[in-house]
T-cell receptor, first 118, second 112 residues
Framework: SAVISQKPSRDICQRGTSLTIQCQVDSQVTMMFWYRQQPGQSLTLIATANQGSEATYESGFVIDKFPISRPNLTFSTLTVSNMSPEDSSIYLC???????????????FGPGTRLLVL | TQLLEQSPQFLSIQEGENLTVYCNSSSVFSSLQWYRQEPGEGPVLLVTVVTGGEVKKLKRLTFQFGDARKDSSLHITAAQPGDTGLYLCAGATQGGSEKLVFGKGTKLTVNP
């Protein structure tokens, strides 16, 4: 498994501001992912954070709104820019451990960041 | 677009009852994972199933992967209040992609 921490655990922000969420893993991993989970909903993949290159964004998500950094193999940040109330959500990072378990795609999730935008 | 349909969406039962949650798709997945998420926390991996027809047991939980690797089920025997949570299935696409497709989840409440 993997130990993943996220900061902050929760925040209340004003409309128009930006928030940067940090994700730290206890060991080096190749793949890191950022998800959004809106109230009462399932998880939606925002982007894959690639070490040493730009993140790969899913349809409906753009770099200007959700810039991502991945400076090394144990750390990533997601920024939610120019926030609006519609951005209120839980933001989760996850890591993939497929390389250590033959044929098994296994993702482990951080505890999430609860964001409320007023 | 690959979709995973989970049913039921909500389930409220009494302690001691049995239940089954279903996860269905028209797409084939190389593997399928089940997670449980409690309020205020991230999803916690319960199991990964890889082989068509595979059955895995985790105490009172039994997971099955369909023969065609398009569907899966989670059966809980003698449910307990501690089983309460959001159960999510997630499929890994074929072709070496590590991206997961999530179902909408089943919110289970086990009443004492």
């Amino acid at each position: 498994s993997a130990v993943i921490s996220q900061k902050p655990s929760r925040d209340i922000c004003q409309r128009g501001t930006s928030l940067t969420i940090q994700c730290q893993v206890d060991s080096q991993v190749t793949m890191m992912f950022w998800y959004r989970q809106q109230p009462g909903q399932s998880l939606t993949l925002i982007a894959t954070a690639n070490q040493g290159s730009e993140a790969t964004y899913e349809s409906g998500f753009v770099i200007d709104k959700f810039p991502i950094s991945r400076p090394n193999l144990t750390f990533s940040t997601l920024t939610v820019s120019n926030m609006s109330p519609e951005d209120s959500s839980i933001y989760l990072c996850s890591v993939d451990r497929a390389g250590t378990m033959t044929l098994e795609e296994t993702q482990y999730f951080g505890p999430g960041t609860r964001l409320l935008v007023l | 677009t690959q979709l995973l349909e989970q049913s039921p969406q909500f389930l409220s039962i009494q302690e001691g009852e049995n239940l089954t949650v279903y996860c269905n798709s028209s797409s084939v997945f190389s593997s399928l994972q089940w997670y449980r998420q409690e309020p205020g926390e991230g999803p916690v991996l319960l199991v990964t199933v890889v082989t068509g027809g595979e059955v895995k047991k985790l105490k009172r939980l039994t997971f099955q992967f369909g023969d065609a690797r398009k569907d899966s089920s989670l059966h809980i025997t003698a449910a307990q209040p501690g089983d309460t949570g959001l159960y999510l299935c997630a499929g890994a696409t074929q072709g070496g992609s590590e991206k997961l497709v999530f179902g909408k989840g089943t919110k289970l409440t086990v009443n004492p």
